[in-house]
């Protein structure tokens, strides 16, 4: 549990039983947990459980919350009574931004502590907002959620963003953001650490949960906010913030969503699309993985043991998958991995043939997924990415496994799966309704969204349907893989596409199709993702 290690009271704020019935809600005082040390961009993050500076907010002190399975263990028949913001002080102009956001209550605050280049015109501030671990029982546990903003006008459209992963710590701004000159409030996803409650009480890493984070964020900063919102995210982000917008529709006013998947269990859509993917045309440079991948497992007592040697050189651990099961697994995945991050351009130059040695092979397959990705540990393996994996496995759904034209090669068929990867020793029931729940939110009621996807992303296959949806658009780059955006789509419907966004915001539309598009950049990958070859990866572990 992380608390701030004093009290303060506010004059701004109108809640004088809130101390006295969070301290008396859920048992003993808190400890202090350790300092996360070192942030997700290799930055050292402050120390949540020393004395901040006054953010003109009352504290409360977290509460300890033990948790049997989900069952609260906390005092029952207490009110709880959130701190009320002054919004005149919030909506004070002629005051600096810091000071107001040091007045929302929960939140602490710091301006770029890491001296990090800005984008012109904007200033950056790392934060962090106290939440309930359990949104039904605000009461009880409590913990910090991580929060970076990027501010350029109190006036300017507000992007909500989150890559449903880790929060970076160093200011980037997202396509949305550069494209209408906006702010960029990014969260953190819930149990992705630091923002994790302790201990912690997976039952309570729900997709509802998560969207009930992000709908106290919004009204927290609402008032300094007061243009349109939009929210987005790619991939993981893509889908949360879809998911937030089913159960808070009116938080924002619109979102984009990148390459973003609504997947169900074992969901056959997967391999059924990598079966075929790219067409006539990639049908060689299909079989040309595929062959790679027959050559690797060909060799498997020598292949298992350039693994283990790789493992014993980089301090790696393969307790929860073995180093058989490792192996097959980075041999299926690097079919996955070469269709959602390169080009069939590069195929011929990426797998060699047969006549590769060894360790040339174990190179190609370290390049397109991370050898460590299938690991114990390390700021890539199985338990950096425990909630993503525990997610998938309750509630978010997960690709069926492509291993069958491997035929006997495999050895450990259909377990290059979620559950297999999720956390050990946890419940993992999953519920089916969640995702169709979604999706037929999305279908009936949904509105304002925009999705994005690329052609031969195999995450595509399992694509949102738009169904009914008003004022609401799907877009699929050409040739397009996971890093697949607006600025990559054809001009007529990058145009069209930009026209909306731009209504969504409230801004003026006139003259778009002249307007070069100024952000185009090569593809940009979200820059935490489970199986993230290495050469996208810019940082290390929080």
Not at 104 to 120: D, F, K, M
Not at 434 to 455: H, K, N, P
Request: net charge negative.
């Amino acid at each position: 549990m992380r608390y701030t290690g004093r009290v303060t009271r506010s004059p701004f704020l109108l809640s004088p039983l809130l101390l006295m019935l969070s301290l008396g809600a859920c048992g003993d005082n808190p400890k202090p947990t350790p300092d996360a040390g070192v942030s997700d961009a290799g930055t050292k993050q402050p120390d949540a459980s020393t004395e901040q500076p006054d953010s003109g907010t009352e504290q409360p002190d977290a509460g300890t919350g033990e948790t049997d399975g989900g069952t609260n263990q906390c005092g029952t028949g207490l009110r709880f009574m959130e701190a009320v913001a002054n919004k005149a002080l919030l909506q004070d102009t002629s005051l600096d931004i810091l000071e107001r956001l040091r007045a929302i209550p929960g939140l602490t605050v710091q301006e770029n502590p890491n001296g990090a280049r800005l984008p012109t015109g904007y200033r950056f501030f790392i934060m962090q907002y106290d939440q309930p671990a359990d949104h039904s029982n605000p009461e009880c546990q409590r913990f910090q959620q991580r929060l970076t903003l990027l501010h350029t006008s109190d006036t300017a459209p507000m992007v909500l963003y989150t890559g449903g992963y880790y929060v970076s710590t160093s200011p980037s701004r997202r396509e949305l953001t550069s494209m209408l000159g906006a702010n960029q409030l990014s969260v953190e996803h819930r149990f992705f650490l630091p923002s994790r409650p302790e201990p912690a009480d997976w039952s309570l890493l729900t997709i509802k949960q998560s969207a009930d984070d992000f709908h106290r964020i919004v009204q927290a900063f609402k008032p300094l906010y007061g243009g349109r919102w939009l929210s987005t995210g790619a991939s993981k982000g893509g889908e949360t913030v879809v998911f937030n917008r089913h159960f808070h529709p009116d938080d924002v006013d619109a979102t984009v969503a990148y390459v973003a998947p609504l997947a169900f269990k074992d969901d056959a859509r997967f391999p059924a699309f990598m079966h075929a993917v790219g067409g006539d045309a990639q049908a060689a440079c299909r079989e040309r993985i595929h062959t790679f991948q027959r050559t690797v497992l060909g060799r498997r007592e020598e292949m298992l043991g350039l693994l283990r040697t790789y493992a014993q050189d980089n301090g790696l651990t393969f307790t929860q998958l073995g180093f058989e099961r490792a192996l097959e697994h980075a041999v299926i995945e690097t079919y996955f991995g070469f269709w959602q991050y390169n080009s069939p351009a590069s195929c011929d130059n990426v797998f060699p043939g047969s006549e590769a040695t060894s360790a040339q092979l174990l190179d190609v397959m370290n390049s397109m997924t991370g050898l460590a990705t299938f690991a114990d540990n390390g700021s890539s393996g199985l338990g950096y990415y425990a909630p993503y994996y525990y997610q998938a496995s309750v509630e978010l759904g997960w690709p069926g496994a492509y291993d069958d034209f491997l035929g006997d090669l495999i050895h450990f068929p259909d377990t290059d799966v979620a559950p297999v990867y999720a956390p050990p020793g946890l419940p993992l029931v999953f519920r089916e309704s969640a995702m169709q729940g979604i999706q037929d939110w999305v279908s009936t009621r949904g509105e304002r969204l925009m999705f994005i996807y690329g052609e031969l992303d195999p995450w595509t296959s399992a694509a949102f349907s738009l169904g009914s949806a008003s004022d609401s658009y799907l877009y699929v780059v050409p040739g397009g893989n996971h890093g697949s955006s607006i600025s990559r789509l054809p001009e007529t419907q990058r145009s069209e596409a930009l026209g909306t966004v731009r209504r969504w915001a409230g801004l003026p539309t006139a003259g778009l199709k002249s307007t070069p598009p100024a952000w185009v950049e090569e593809p940009q990958f979200e820059e935490f993702a489970p199986h993230l070859p290495p050469r996208l990866r810019q940082r290390t572990a929080p």
